[in-house]
């Protein structure tokens, strides 16, 4: 009965897992709708008289884009701190075989899911009118899908103990 | 062909082991205890190395420790 109930409670590496695609997922929400707002506004200025506002544009997207990587960096660094104190015992475990494949499996669903949408990106910018800046926002968003799928099928498979 | 499964008295082998922890398998093993639980909910079949180190942590043949039970195919 309290293996079963142990078993139901999450381990650190579903919790690392999860947190780590929940961190993903927070910082694409918090970074892409102004990023592409951004972009948009930056090729509608891309006039002559516009060109001391685009730099101002792009500064702040640079901006956007380096707080927001720290803003993921320092939330998993913290999280990881605080899962790491309360699950002390799963954490100082090395990976084993089974950690190993859940990680592989997971990793070629997030690859499939990168490949895919850079083949949909690529093919985008060879029929369609995208500029570079809005480009690299896709190319960027395309990576984010995929590192969010990888952490997310890691826990699935975890929880599934494939 | 048919789907295979494979079940196992581990618990039942810790418990005639002094009651042996999952823990204290997955030491003497070298995998991790979600890995034990995994396996000794039949959510996961461990590789033929490891099937071998836990039975011989319990001192017994690997079929006395893991049993695979055939389930014909339906149609």
Known sequence: MNEEIKMK???FREMSALGSAAAVALMAYVYFP?????STHIERLAMPHGSWQIMDKHSTLFRLAAGSISMLI?????????????WRNDAMEKRDERDRMVVLKAGRLGYYVLLVGLFVLISFLLVGNVSSLLAAQYAFMVVFAGEFVRYAATFVYYRLSI | MGESHITNNMRALRFAHGE?????????VGVTRQTIIAIENNR?????????RIAEVFGVPLTEVFMHASVS???
Do not use: N, W
């Not at chain 1, 102004?34 to 951004?38: I, P, T």
């Not at chain 1, 320092?74 to 309360?86: F, N, P, T």
């Not at chain 2, 042996?20 to 003497?28: G, N, P």
């Open chain 1, 34 to 38: 102004e990023a592409l707002m951004l």
């Open chain 2, 44 to 52: 996961y079949s461990p590789s033929l190395e490891v099937a071998f």
């Open chain 1, 74 to 86: 320092v939330l998993q660094i913290i999280y990881h701190i605080i899962i790491g104190i309360l």
């Open chain 1, 9 to 11: 409670s999450l381990s």
């Open chain 2, 73 to 75: 195919p339906v149609r």
């Open chain 2, 20 to 28: 042996m922890t999952q823990v204290d398998l997955a030491k003497a």
